[in-house]
Antibody
Framework: EVRLVESGGGLVQSGGSLRLSCAAS????????MIWVRQAPGRGLECASV???????NYLHSVKGRFTISRDTSKNMLFLQINSLRVEDTAVYYC????????WGQGTTVTVSS | VVMTQSPLSLPVTLGQPASISCWSS???????????LNWFQQRPGQSPGRLIY???SRDSGVPDRFSGSGSGTDFTLKISRVEAEDVGTYYC?????????FGQGTRLEIK
């Protein structure tokens, strides 16, 4: 069964850092596009970062320079390092497989206080 | 690419059809000839789940009352007969070019 399980969210002060993790099972993380999608409270969905199978990355303009997406193929995991957190980064962060979003995790909640 | 959905709220009587429109600010036809337009359902308190990919291909396990259509910049998700389990918010997603972008969402409720 293909599955994604996120962890690492929490309550952090503005300016702080967090590292989100996503454990994948049923497939290999470097075989497909992997995306972090976020959903602010009561808001819609936003693609924050993508890691392509070849290893290159891309970021939403508003997070560039603060977010870093990476993977560990030995552990079959995806990560999102978030630095210089802002109140507007408060959201549920989902780990998603594929550019077409065929598999989603349950999400991990990041809350940034001022 | 800006994705615009309509309506944002959709009250529907059980057993009646429903239709959600999604427009893109530019063509979603990629250089390989494919159109990367997808539809998702997010039930209350749950993660989104994909219903439709590449405009009109239905995911395994998705009831055939759901269908997708469209081309270029104009797309539609249709539910032939709404059931109670269809309550939730529906999003379109373009993955033709980064940043991949979602529509604002359409909240479907039962009248």
């Amino acid at each position: 069964e293909v599955r994604l399980v996120e962890s690492g969210g929490g309550l952090v002060q503005s300016g702080g850092s967090l590292r989100l993790s996503c454990a994948a099972s049923g497939f290999i993380v470097d075989s497909d596009y992997m995306i972090w999608v976020r959903q602010a409270p009561g808001r819609g969905l936003e693609c924050a970062s993508v890691l392509y199978p070849g290893g290159s990355t891309n970021y939403l303009h508003s997070v560039k320079g603060r977010f870093t997406i990476s993977r560990d193929t030995s552990k079959n995991m995806l990560f999102l390092q978030i630095n210089s957190l802002r109140v507007e980064d408060t959201a549920v962060y989902y780990c998603v497989r594929g550019y077409d979003g065929d598999v989603w995790g349950q999400g991990t909640t990041v809350t940034v206080s001022s | 690419v800006v994705m615009t959905q309509s309506p944002l709220s959709l009250p529907v009587t059980l057993g009646q059809p429903a239709s959600i429109s999604c427009w893109s600010s530019q063509s979603l036809v990629y250089s390989d000839g494919n159109t990367y337009l997808n539809w998702f359902q997010q039930r209350p308190g749950q993660s989104p789940g994909r219903l439709i990919y590449n405009v009109s291909s239905r995911d395994s396990g998705v009831p055939d009352r759901f269908s997708g259509s469209g081309s270029g910049t104009d797309f539609t998700l249709k539910i032939s007969r709404v059931e109670a389990e269809d309550v939730g918010t529906y999003y379109c997603l373009q993955s033709t070019g980064w940043p991949y972008t979602f529509g604002q969402g359409t909240r479907l409720e039962i009248k």
